[in-house]
């Protein structure tokens, strides 16, 4: 069941330690296959050097286990809502990579101070308010994904155009059309994190990029005037 999208999930679930992302066993990618109403996750505690396909979790969007002899991620529940939420996305990502979880544990958004910035997000990567007590004590990882997803809505924010997301005290969300766009999108808001952070230090009167440049630089590489790349 779902073999291919097992095989991608486990090959994105690995670039993250590719990438220094991830440390021992944290973090996870999903993948879905919308058609279908299910989801696959990276199992939880499994050394991502020992992941193989095989080892994938399926569950459907009510997060019954369908496939799979492991726990799945006990992230699956904010994935799950992130799913449900958001309709574009074809796959999610959750580090805690060291530069944006300073952003999050500060409870900080991350400015676009830059045109670096700006080729990856149309606008601030924003962090999340904090979970109440309440929230904490039940369904935590539920909560996590509605707060994130609240944020998006009631902000009027694409996800796709802000492909990240900092849960406060927490770490980062990245997601994007399929699993390995979350991963790489989760190393490029990594780099965004610390230059970000390098930046603020610097000069801390720094404000962003002004909206003339933010719009040049996102909307040469995304949408249907991009002009950045290869045709295909």
Known sequence: MLEELKE???LANKKLAEYSLVAFTRGNISGIDR??????????GVPYDELSAN???VLDLQGKKVQGDKKPSVDTATHIVLYRAFENIGGIAHTHSKWATIWAQACKAIPPYGTTHADFAHGCIPCTEKLTKDEVSSEYEKNTGEVIARYFIENKLDPLAIPAVLAAGHGPF????????AADNAAVLEEIAMTAWHTRVLAPEALAVDDYLLDKHYYRKHGPEASYGQKK
Request: proline letters at 4%.
């Open 8 to 10: 991608k999930v486990c």
């Open 35 to 44: 058609e279908k109403g299910l989801i696959v996750i990276k199992p939880s």
């Open 55 to 57: 080892d994938m979790v």
């Open 174 to 181: 990245t997601w994007g059309t399929d699993c390995f766009e």
